[in-house]
């Protein structure tokens, strides 16, 4: 499979908790973006990664939020002290410069 | 901050008829992209225009870029149960390439 995958599918944690995600995308892609997504809603840009540099964060993510890609390739996201309200779909996506993102099927956070 | 306004939020359709969602940014985009995302599903990428006026055609889906790259439209010509699923538009802002502005998404419901 080519396509960007990503582990766990699903996550359930208990408020207070860490979580780690991780995303692997399209080999030959150097951007990778991780996005939040609701139910109803459309995709929340998180961050933004350029090979290994993180070019843009959104100002929405608190400092419990973290993501990095040290190679260049896989990418992770972790989410410290979780809350009821990071309960949502974390979704990957990688590109090459001036085209679309492919998506992988995300991860489903639940904080109970 | 950008917006991009998308419209209308919700279509039901009979089978056959045609539909048309529309996107409208509120500041000049470099490019405008659509997605697809079937319920449960991740967004997959459809289509990019890049120049002003553009118009591409995949099958039954039309998508024109404006004149002014401030808005777009998918015009989907005799729907299919397939079709079914929310629409999203997204669009680099002019002069930041590093994060898709997306808007709410359009949802489509066709009955057969």
């Known amino acids: 499979d080519t396509g960007v995958s990503q582990d766990p599918r699903h996550k359930i944690t208990k408020r207070g908790q860490n979580v780690t995600f991780r995303c692997d995308p399209i080999?030959?892609?150097?951007?990778l973006y991780w996005y939040r997504q609701t139910l109803g809603q459309g995709p929340e840009f998180l961050t933004y990664f350029q090979n290994e540099a993180q070019l843009e964060k959104s100002r929405l993510l608190s400092d419990r939020f973290s993501a990095e890609r040290p190679k260049g390739s896989f990418s992770t996201l972790e989410i410290q002290r979780t809350e009821q309200g990071d309960s949502a779909m974390y979704l990957c996506?990688?590109?090459?410069?001036?085209?679309?993102?492919?998506f992988g099927q995300g991860t489903r956070l639940t904080v109970v | 901050g950008q917006q991009v306004m998308q419209i209308p939020q919700y279509q039901h359709v009979q089978e056959g008829e045609d539909f048309t969602t529309y996107c409208n940014s509120s500041?000049?985009?470099?490019?405008i992209q659509w997605y697809k995302q079937r319920p449960g599903g991740h967004p997959v990428f459809l289509i990019q225009?890049?120049?002003s006026g553009e118009v591409k055609k995949q099958k039954r889906l039309t998508f024109q870029f404006g004149e002014a790259k401030k808005n777009s439209s998918l015009h989907i010509t005799a729907t299919q149960t397939t079709d079914v699923g929310t629409y999203f538009c997204a669009g680099f802002n002019a002069g930041n390439n590093r994060k898709l502005i997306w808007g709410l998404g359009t949802s489509l419901a066709v009955n057969p």
């Open positions: 225009l890049v120049k």
């Open positions: 080999s030959e892609h150097n951007r």
């Open positions: 996506a990688s590109s090459s410069a001036g085209l679309g993102a492919f």
């Open positions: 500041t000049t985009l470099s490019n």
